[in-house]
Each structure stands twice: as structure tokens, then as C-alpha cells.
């Protein structure tokens, strides 16, 4: 069983910054690919960026040169730093894990979410 807790979500200032994390929890092997999504209300959840356990990124366009995804893979954790944030980019931050359990088994894993707002 596993448990992903994200924080750092928040209002900010368009052209402003935040640091958004999640930490993995539980009884598993091995953390596969991990990522984060977003939903906007009204739109449907979209991959915002992932990474590798050896650190290959994926970025969507419309956030690729103003986030930057990383991970700590001896403490289970990725974070997502946001950049020149602008209205667009409010929404619900979902983290994701690929989790390799005991039976050897990859499972997808979800957060509960984190609410980032831009706006002045």
C-alpha cells in the first residue's frame, strides 16, 4: 500500500514562483516513473511533467522553460518547481507514481492534490 502527500500549493502573483513536493510512503520495492498532473476546473487532468528514476524529463509545452521537475530517489520524493506562473496555470496539482510493489507488480498511485491559484 502506498500513500503520496503533496504540499506546497497557494496563491501567488502571476510572474510569481512556487515549489510544489511529494512524498512517497509505504511498503513497495521500487518507484518507477514519477510526475505531476494538473486539473483546471472545467478541463479534464493533463500531464503537466515526469520524470525517470535516472532523471529523464518529459515537460508538457505549455509549461517546458518555466517548470522544472525533479526527484530524490533515496528519499522518495519529487518536486515541481513552477516559474513565471500565470493565470493559466491555476488548477489542482495531482502527484503521480508508477510503483513497483513485493509481488512485482507496477501499479499507478495518485495524490490527493494541491491547489495552486495565480492571480493578483
Known amino acids: 500500500q502506498v500513500q503520496l502527500v503533496e504540499s506546497g500549493g497557494g496563491l501567488v502573483q502571476p510572474g510569481g514562483s512556487l515549489r510544489l513536493s511529494c512524498a512517497a510512503s509505504?511498503?513497495?520495492?521500487?518507484?518507477?516513473?514519477m510526475g505531476w498532473y494538473r486539473q483546471a476546473p472545467g478541463n479534464q487532468r493533463e500531464l503537466v511533467a515526469t520524470t525517470t528514476r535516472g532523471g529523464r524529463t518529459n515537460y508538457a509545452d505549455s509549461v517546458k522553460g518555466r517548470f522544472t521537475i525533479s526527484r530524490d530517489n533515496a528519499k522518495n520524493m519529487v518536486s515541481l518547481e513552477m516559474n513565471s506562473l500565470q493565470p493559466e496555470d491555476t488548477a489542482v496539482y495531482y502527484c503521480?507514481?508508477?510503483?513497483?510493489?513485493?509481488?512485482?507488480?507496477?501499479?499507478?498511485?495518485w495524490g490527493k492534490g494541491t491547489l495552486v491559484t495565480v492571480s493578483s
Open positions: 503521480n507514481a508508477d510503483v513497483t510493489g513485493y509481488s512485482y507488480i507496477s501499479d499507478p498511485y
Open positions: 509505504g511498503s513497495f520495492i521500487r518507484i518507477n516513473v
